[in-house]
């Protein structure tokens, strides 16, 4: 007797029922069932969610004019304002890739960004008009520039032929924008500094951004109507997601352009905000604040941090402040936050010190991850579950890029035996939570910030009167993390410390400056090679 799959229908899939996943359509829905619900704060300005819907149509029609099509590249160097927030949705609505640059580049960076992606606008916040400037003329091919000229910010110079608000006039309310026709289909173009001097291209897909959002909510129970502040800057892997995670649970974005202490809390105070994304180093600056500017608030607020490890004190902090603290990992390769720290509720009976240090770890796969595990990265076989063995922390499923932009050799590599490798070493323990304990990549992460060793390295080569220079991350309570400097000087060679920063703020952006420098002989092994780890220990004597 033949066998037959009851589920199998004898239906030819019917192409009209198949709707590609995509961040645009949590927008679309929230737009018509909460059109009159505040969606966008920026000090005094207000866009109820219709209008916010309504801007990014226009948009997106503004960019079809101006001859914008599918794959093509829309870079914006801006801080978090409203027309950073829209263009998540209206530059995908017209087919386009978004492109958030880090806004605390230099120059160079900035320009070999908008070459590799090969952009084709470039939209200009006054406040970064100048360093744009520098990078614009760097390029042999332009793009088009549009000005964005934030009402509460007056510094600086506008660099563009039109302004952000003229353009929306121009575009039209009824463009009749699509999703997708294919999930997999570029929505980001996010670079990292990697292991090299020159960033990698990390591309995103409409598919994991619509489930890394959904599984921001989820993992964090975010709920109906969170209301959110952008401490977290938006062009760290599109915000970690949450601009399409507000769109989706109908929540309340809240601007704010510059990390200060006073600001956030007058924030969380003015507009009652549920939820932020943080560094380490944002926690510190809250956890040190005045008590006269933390006082007043009466309501729970929810953090997320990742980034460099937070040291246990950081949570502790936050934590006899009343603040809920969940520390999440990811990489710009995994849409941000792919590993949460799921907390237990057995877990609510230890003390704050033995809660903080189990909040400290990073945790299990975050719900719509596939797959999470500690290996040894030849065998890929997964390390014992003792808290002891170091493997390196390998990620796949839909939270994992597309790849990296024109870079093929890059893109095999890290995707070795069908897993993504992270590069960063941690333990696995009994319970199944994963904790790092280094970076086989030698990347520092300072203030949340990625540092690439090799990048100041080849700055510090430059130097006349260096001969030899390694750069490793040396722990800093602030920083979380902080670059610092050996250097053995040529024969002859009289320099200072402050000579050598000096030289370097000149020569790169300012955050990726060393703040120590040691003078002396370094390390090798027997073929020559810099033993790193030998001065990582060192520089915590420092």
Not at 148 to 176: C, H, K, R, V
Not at 409 to 434: K, M, P, R
Not at 500 to 505: G, K, L, P, T
């Amino acid at each position: 007797m033949q066998h037959h799959n009851i589920y199998e229908l004898g239906l030819e899939a019917n192409p009209a029922n198949y709707t590609a996943l995509s961040p645009i359509s949590y927008l679309q829905r929230t737009a018509f069932v909460y059109p009159d619900r505040i969606a966008q704060i920026h000090q005094h300005t207000r866009y109820t969610w219709a209008e916010t819907y309504d801007r990014c149509v226009r948009l997106a029609s503004a960019l079809h004019q101006r001859g914008i099509s599918s794959g093509d590249t829309v870079s914006f160097l801006c801080a978090n304002i409203p027309a950073l927030f829209e263009a998540h949705f209206g530059v995908p609505m017209s087919g386009a890739v978004l492109n958030a640059i880090n806004t605390r580049l230099d120059a160079e960076a900035i320009a070999f960004i908008l070459q590799h992606a090969e952009a084709k606008i470039l939209f200009v916040d006054r406040e970064f008009a100048a360093v744009a400037a520098k990078a614009l003329k760097m390029l042999a091919v332009k793009p088009q520039v549009i000005a964005i000229d934030d009402p509460y910010y007056a510094d600086g110079e506008l660099l563009g032929e039109l302004e952000y608000e003229q353009l929306l006039t121009q575009g039209s309310p009824d463009f009749d924008w699509q999703l997708p026709t294919d999930e997999w289909q570029a929505i980001t173009l996010n670079y990292t500094s990697g292991t090299t001097g020159n960033p990698k291209g990390v591309v995103y897909h409409h598919r994991g951004a619509y489930l890394n959002a959904a599984s921001n909510i989820i993992s964090w129970n975010m709920g109906q109507h969170p209301v959110y502040l952008w401490t977290l800057p938006l062009f760290h892997c599109n915000g970690w997601c949450f601009p399409w995670s507000v769109a989706a649970a109908a929540g309340v974005s809240v601007s704010l352009r510059h990390v200060r202490a006073d600001a956030i809390y007058q924030a969380i105070k003015d507009h009652c905000v549920s939820h932020f994304c943080a560094a380490p180093i944002v926690l510190n600056l809250l956890n040190n604040a005045p008590e006269d500017m933390k006082a007043g608030i009466n309501h729970q607020v929810h953090a997320m941090t990742a980034g460099a490890a937070p040291p246990a004190a950081v949570i502790e902090g936050m934590e006899r402040m009343g603040f809920q603290v969940t520390h999440v990992y990811g990489l710009t390769e995994t849409y941000g936050p792919c590993v949460v720290c799921a907390w237990h509720d057995a877990w609510d009976n230890k003390d704050l010190a033995e809660r903080a240090a189990l909040k400290a770890r990073q945790g299990v796969k975050s719900p719509m991850q596939q797959d999470l595990k500690v290996a040894d990265p030849d065998t890929l076989q997964p390390v014992p579950r003792d808290g002891e063995t170091i493997g390196e922390i390998m990620i796949r499923g839909n939270l994992v890029m597309k790849g990296y932009l024109k870079n093929p050799t890059a893109t095999e590599q890290a995707f070795q035996g069908d897993w993504f490798h992270s590069g960063d070493l941690a333990v696995w323990h009994e319970d199944g939570y994963i904790e790092i304990k280094d970076r086989s990549k030698d990347i520092i992460i300072s203030g949340g910030e990625n540092i690439s060793s090799i990048e100041v390295e080849d700055v510090l080569y430059r130097h006349p009167d260096v001969e030899e220079a390694a750069v490793v991350a040396k722990p800093d309570d602030k920083w979380g993390e902080t670059p610092c400097a050996f250097i053995k000087l040529r024969v002859g060679a009289d320099v200072t410390e402050e000579a050598v920063i000096q030289f370097c703020r000149e020569n790169m952006a300012h955050f990726k400056t060393p703040r120590y420098v040691v003078f002396g002989e370094l390390p090798k092994t027997s073929t020559g090679k810099i033993q790193k780890f030998i001065l990582r220990e060192q520089s915590k004597q420092i």
